[in-house]
């Protein structure tokens, strides 16, 4: 039994403490500790009110590094799950580090100032971690995260070598709203407006925002079209999948949620540097997010199914062959078990799945992982069960 500390109290960090509150046989504690402190003991009630077990809460800033180790050492957690925003991952990572204990995120580390998805950041605490004798895992939402590790069972079990992968990601879900962002929106408009980037042949091949598209089949969800984007797991498969030609990422939007981005950008407000207003500076992406509604608040109404997964084609016994390996998420059904829409929950889910792989050693090692390099078949067998059954079909 071991303690655990989650950080950030947003829609992804309700699921984790949700999930962690309802795993009695593995973790003995939990805290949820972010920046507004009421955000967390709104989560603790509903959680001893629908599962009737009682979580610690704490306020910090994790920007703050000797914040974050008082409150790491003093709580003394087998693992950190950062649910914060990417902003936080090196800090959070740094004190982990002095604290002495493991480190868990869903996203990688971004500049608040420049929109740029990179590992390098964070690769770059290699070393440290394994010196610390430390374990690190990065990414372990649903993309990057089961995506990952649905290319790992892919290359594992069912292709010799991965030729081709196309990772394809739709919300096929109604919040009612004009526009809302599904996470947190600064972070989600910075992704979606950035130049598409996919890899063929050992090179980045960069495209126009939002310039190709094609169809695809959802299952559970239909057709729709699906729009080119860089996504930060790219990166790591890229390097880590034996045989690889080609990798790339396509999301859904609908038409509605395009004209209102085109408009937004066309205004500027979803600019990244400081503006002038009124004798003081503003970021306006960060007045837009002030202005849109709180992701956690959709999920009483949201209604349809997320459904994300990898198509993989490779070479199995000198034959090509191509998989399918995804999941289906119903919002309404999430909503029903922890107060969350289901963009939140299949983040949230892999997050605790990741991280009772690490205090439960079926994953240990000292450094910095991405989900691919670690084993696929204890954490496949783990999230089903948890929320996020996942199938595979031969194309
Ligand atoms: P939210 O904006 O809803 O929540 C973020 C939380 O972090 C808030 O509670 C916020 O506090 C807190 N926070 C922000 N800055 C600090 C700080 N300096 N110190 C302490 N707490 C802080 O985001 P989401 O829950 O939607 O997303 C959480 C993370 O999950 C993000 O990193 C996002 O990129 C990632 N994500 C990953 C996905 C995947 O599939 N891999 C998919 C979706 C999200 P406050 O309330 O005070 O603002």
């Known amino acids: 039994m071991s303690k655990v500390l989650i950080i950030g109290a947003g829609g992804v960090g309700t699921v984790v403490a949700h999930k962690c509150a309802m795993e009695k046989t593995v973790f003995s504690d939990i805290m949820l500790a972010s920046r507004t ?191 080119l984007l860089y996504h930060e797991e790219l990166e790591s498969l890229a390097k880590n999948l034996k045989g690889l030609k080609r990798i790339r990422f396509w999301m859904t939007f609908g038409e509605s949620y395009l004209k209102h981005l085109e408009v937004m950008q066309n205004i500027g407000i979803t600019r990244i540097d400081e503006v002038e207003f009124n004798g003081q500076k503003i970021v306006p992406i960060q007045f837009l997010k002030a202005l849109l509604p709180d992701p956690a608040s959709l999920a009483a109404n949201y209604t349809g199914k997320t459904s994300i997964g990898c198509l993989c084609e490779g070479i199995k016994d000198g034959k090509k062959k191509r998989y399918f390996i995804y999941n289906i998420c119903d919002h309404a059904e999430t909503y029903k078990e922890v107060r969350a829409q289901a963009v939140s929950y299949t983040t949230g889910v892999p997050a605790v799945t990741g991280a009772v792989m690490m205090v439960t050693g079926k994953w240990q090692g000292a450094g910095v992982w991405n989900m691919e390099q670690l084993d696929p078949d204890p954490f496949l067998a783990d999230v089903g069960p948890r929320g996020l059954p996942w199938h595979v079909e031969e194309r």
């Open 37 to 227: 402190v009421s955000k967390c003991e709104k989560i603790a009630a509903e959680i001893k009110a629908m599962h009737g077990r009682t979580i610690q809460t704490a306020a910090v800033d994790a920007d703050n590094v000797p914040a974050l180790v008082k409150l790491i050492k003093a709580y003394g957690p087998k693992v950190v799950i950062n649910v914060a925003l990417p902003y936080q991952d090196l800090t959070i990572m740094d004190a982990c580090l002095e604290a002495g204990v493991d480190y868990l995120d869903t996203a990688n580390y971004e500049p608040p100032d420049v929109a740029k998805f990179e590992y390098s950041w964070q690769w770059a605490y290699q070393e440290r971690f394994q010196k610390a004798g430390r374990m690190a895992v990065l990414g372990s939402g649903f993309d990057p995260g089961m995506t990952n590790v649905f290319c790992a069972y892919v290359q594992k079990h069912l292709l010799d070598e991965v030729h081709y992968v196309d990772i394809v990601d739709c919300n096929g879900g109604s919040h009612g709203k004009a526009f809302a962002t599904n996470f947190n929106p600064e972070i989600n408009i910075r992704e979606i407006t950035a130049r598409g980037r996919y890899w063929e042949n050992g090179e980045w091949i960069e495209t126009d925002p939002l310039s190709q598209s094609m169809m695809f089949d959802y299952p559970g969800v239909g057709e729709r079209k699906s729009f």
